[in-house]
């Protein structure tokens, strides 16, 4: 049962331009949204979240959207850069539950 | 802080053979998840403890699969026998009380020949 599904396998971006990353869910009961950056040979690191109750939070280049209705969320990097590129994670939690993940997005960004 | 510290980080191991894995929370975290990473499945949770307590454990794949958290300080996950599709790289994760993000360890990859 895969309840946080990332579509994309890849996606390349030019540098400068813009980057989306997009999330579904099925579970309407998740209080929080995440998205996680990787690197090879190390371990995920948090990059930023959102409540149930917004539907946008933004911090630097990085802005993640969320559409309730639709069961959607992006990620939006702006400019995107040459280290972004990475694998990146949605993940989505019930509070006080288990944190569960997409299959990942690898990001190019070329320059 | 050092963050979530993970040993080994490399093993590998002769199928058949007993593997240990390692992990020592951040301080003052009380949920704890245990995450295995392939290429066909993505970030797949094993299981996850709250207070040192087993909560969820339906991703363990199989018996040969257990895990433990005698103390807030420590928990284990132990492959016995190990086979070569559980070579991996298996992640611990480590959440405070007030926060819905995690923070992982560097990983341990597994290779079992």
């Known amino acids: 049962d895969q309840q946080v599904k990332q579509n994309s396998p890849s996606l390349s971006v030019q540098e400068g331009r813009i980057s989306i990353l997009n999330c579904d869910y099925t579970?309407?009961?998740?209080?929080?949204f995440l998205w996680y950056k990787k690197y090879p040979a190390e371990g995920p690191t948090f990059l930023i979240s959102?409540?149930?109750?917004?539907d946008k939070n933004e911090d630097g280049r990085f802005t993640v959207f969320l559409n309730k209705s639709a069961k959607h969320l992006s990620l939006h990097i702006v400019p995107s850069q040459p280290g972004d590129s990475a694998v990146y994670f949605c993940?989505?939690?019930?509070?006080?539950?288990?944190?569960?993940f997409g299959a990942g997005t690898i990001l190019r960004v070329k320059s | 802080d050092a963050g979530v510290i993970q040993s080994p980080r490399h093993e590998v191991t002769e199928m058949g053979q007993e593997v240990t894995l390692r992990c020592k929370p951040i301080?003052?975290?009380?949920?704890l998840f245990w995450y295995r990473q392939t290429m066909m499945r993505g970030l797949e949770l094993l299981i996850y403890?709250?207070?040192?307590?087993?909560?969820?454990d339906s991703g363990m794949p199989e018996d040969r699969f257990s895990a433990k958290m005698p103390n807030a300080s420590f928990s284990t996950l132990k492959i016995q026998p190990s086979e070569p599709r559980d070579s991996a790289v298996y992640f611990c994760?480590?959440?405070?009380?007030?926060?819905?993000?995690?923070?992982f360890g560097q990983g341990t990859r597994l290779t079992v020949v």
């Open positions: 301080s003052g975290h009380n949920s």
């Open positions: 993940a989505a939690i019930k509070y006080g539950n288990k944190l569960v």
């Open positions: 579970n309407s009961m998740f209080d929080y």
């Open positions: 994760a480590t959440r405070g009380r007030r926060s819905p993000e995690a923070f």
């Open positions: 403890f709250n207070n040192n307590v087993p909560i969820d």
């Open positions: 959102i409540s149930s109750i917004k």
